[in-house]
C-alpha cells in the first residue's frame, strides 16, 4: 500500500486514536510541546518520531501544517455495497452523502466534518473529476476522515440505481428549488446529493433524485459555499430525526 502524508495537530492525533497504520512522524524542533498531546499513543504503538526543521514543513506542506505530520497508508475506499450495508448492521435508518464532483480538498474536509458529525454512515464519490481522499481532505476535516467510510466508484448514477433498489430516498440539492428541507419528510431511509461549486448537480443525477430540495436566501447574496449548504442539509435530516425519537 502507497504511503502519504497528513499534517497538522488534529489530523495526526485523530489518525493515531483511530488505530490508522502510521509508519513515522515528524515534528518541527520549536514545537515539541506537541508532543506531550499525543505521547501516549506514540508509546503504546513504538511509532518512530522524527525531529526537523521548520523549513521542512514549511517546503512540504501547505499553512496550517502547525510542525507536525505523519506518513502514514494511503485510506482505503470502501466497496459501495459494504458501505450500504453499515445502517443495516447497526439497526439504524440509512443517511448517506453522495457528492457529485465536489473538486476543492478544502470544501470536501469540511463536508466530511460535518457529515460525521451529524451521523452520516458514508460518502459516495466519483472516481473523476472529484477530490479524493488526500492530505489536505484529512486537514480540512480536522482528523474526522479516520471516522467515516468513503467509497469511489465510476459512475455515480449507478451507485444511485443500487440505493433506489434498497428503497432509500435519493435528496438533491440545487438552488432555485421551491421545495424546502423542512416541508418534506427526511425521517426515512435517505441519501442526499450535493452538487458541484459552480455547476450544481448535473442534469443526468438530478433526473435521477425522487427531490429537488433548496434553502431559502434572504440575503443579497444568493448562495451559499457547497460545504455550508451541506452542512444545513445535513443537520436538518438529524434534526427531523431525532425529533421523532
Request: hydrophobic share 40%; glycine share 8%; charged share 25%.
Amino acid at each position: 500500500m502507497k504511503d502519504t502524508w497528513i499534517y497538522g495537530l488534529n489530523p495526526v492525533l485523530e489518525a493515531l486514536k483511530a488505530g490508522r497504520d502510521i509508519k513515522e512522524i515528524y515534528l518541527s524542533s520549536g514545537r515539541r510541546e506537541k508532543l506531550l498531546q499525543i505521547e501516549e499513543h506514540i508509546s503504546l504503538r513504538k511509532i518512530p518520531v522524527k525531529i526537523v526543521d521548520i523549513d521542512f514543513f514549511n517546503k512540504t506542506f501547505p499553512k496550517g501544517h502547525q510542525g507536525i505530520a505523519a506518513k502514514v497508508s494511503s485510506r482505503e475506499y470502501v466497496d459501495l455495497y459494504d458501505l450500504l450495508d453499515i445502517p443495516l448492521k447497526r439497526n439504524e435508518l440509512p443517511f448517506f452523502l453522495v457528492l457529485d464532483c465536489i473538486e476543492d480538498p478544502r470544501n470536501f474536509g469540511a463536508i466530511v466534518r460535518s457529515a460525521e458529525a451529524a451521523g452520516v454512515h458514508g460518502i459516495i464519490i466519483q472516481s473523476h473529476r472529484s477530490a479524493g481522499v488526500g492530505p489536505e481532505v484529512s486537514k480540512a476535516s480536522a482528523g474526522a476522515v479516520e471516522y467515516i467510510p468513503v467509497s469511489q466508484v465510476g459512475n455515480i448514477k449507478n451507485a444511485i440505481s443500487e440505493m433506489k433498489e434498497r428503497d432509500i430516498t435519493i435528496i438533491g440539492a440545487e438552488a432555485g428549488s421551491e421545495l424546502l428541507p423542512w416541508d418534506i419528510d427526511l425521517n426515512v431511509p435517505v441519501c442526499l446529493v450535493i452538487g458541484s461549486e459552480g455547476k450544481g448537480l448535473r442534469k443526468t443525477v438530478s433526473e435521477r433524485c425522487d427531490s429537488i430540495i433548496s434553502l431559502p436566501m434572504k440575503g443579497m447574496i444568493g448562495s451559499l459555499n457547497v460545504s455550508v449548504a451541506a452542512a444545513v442539509l445535513m443537520f436538518e435530516i438529524l434534526r427531523q430525526r431525532e425529533r421523532k425519537k
